[in-house]
T-cell receptor
Framework: GENVEQHPSTLSVQEGDSAVIKCTYSDSASNYFPWYKQELGKRPQLIIDIRSNVGEKKDQRIAVTLNKTAKHFSLHITETQPEDSAVYFC?????????????FGTGTRLTVIP | GAVVSQHPSRVICKSGTSVKIECRSL??????MFWYRQFPKKSLMLMAT?????????EQGVEKDKFLINHASLTLSTLTVTSAHPEDSSFYIC??????????????FGDGTRLSIL
């Protein structure tokens, strides 16, 4: 089965700095990689996703990169703000009609210091 | 956007009680819903995949007789924790994917249910 590893487990940055979270996956058949943000006691919310046919995707201050050969993908948050503080989860899935299960990383607790 | 409603949000009950949790897709149809369990400060662990009109698929180590799943319609899946014990206390969260999206289908999560067994 798929194994997703995520680093770091905790990350503290100053407001305005950038934050990078990295994930690796094991199953070369995975082709869909979403990122979720979860605030304490709340539901995970999809913030960005990337499919295996692209190497990078950007949405305002958030970007995700994918290296299929190395089987790793990263989340980049620029100009961080205190409201970015949350736990971020990466995930991998075989997105086409099939199992479509999401395999989650262990999470990164991001703290943005004002 | 797609909304998934999960109810109840919090349950506190005595050991031996059975607890039912509902997961509804409010503005889309979902042939597949997923049930996760999340321990404090831990990741989401997939328990089972709920398929409309058929039996759920359970992950290894998850007792199907303990965690009963029913997916009777395209908008509702239920998880029943039977004869709950303190070790079943956890945060249970469901997700659903919109069948209208085709191949790549984002999962949308409910707000979760915090279950506490005394």
């Amino acid at each position: 089965g798929e194994n997703v590893e995520q680093h770091p487990s905790t990350l503290s940055v100053q407001e305005g700095d950038s934050a990078v979270i990295k994930c690796t996956y094991s199953d070369s058949a995975s082709n869909y990689f979403p990122w979720y943000k979860q605030e304490l006691g709340k539901r995970p919310q999809l913030i960005i996703d990337i499919r295996s046919n692209v190497g990078e995707k950007k949405d305002q201050r958030i970007a995700v990169t994918l290296n299929k050969t190395a089987k790793h993908f990263s989340l980049h948050i620029t100009e961080t703000q205190p409201e970015d503080s949350a736990v971020y989860f990466c995930a991998a899935s075989q997105g086409w009609a099939g199992a479509n299960n999401l395999f989650f990383g262990t999470g990164t607790r991001l703290t943005v210091i004002p | 956007g797609a909304v998934v409603s999960q109810h109840p949000s919090r349950v506190i009950c005595k050991s031996g009680t059975s607890v039912k949790i509902e997961c509804r897709s409010l503005d889309f149809q979902a042939t597949t819903m997923f049930w996760y369990r999340q321990f404090p400060k831990k990741s989401l662990m997939l328990m089972a995949t709920s398929n409309e009109g058929s039996k759920a698929t359970y992950e290894q180590g998850v007792e199907k007789d303990k965690f009963l799943i029913n997916h009777a319609s395209l908008t509702l899946s239920t998880l029943t924790v039977t004869s709950a014990h303190p070790e079943d206390s956890s945060f249970y969260i469901c997700s659903a994917r919109d069948i209208a999206w085709g191949g790549y289908q984002p999962q949308h999560f409910g707000d979760g249910t915090r279950l506490s067994i005394l």
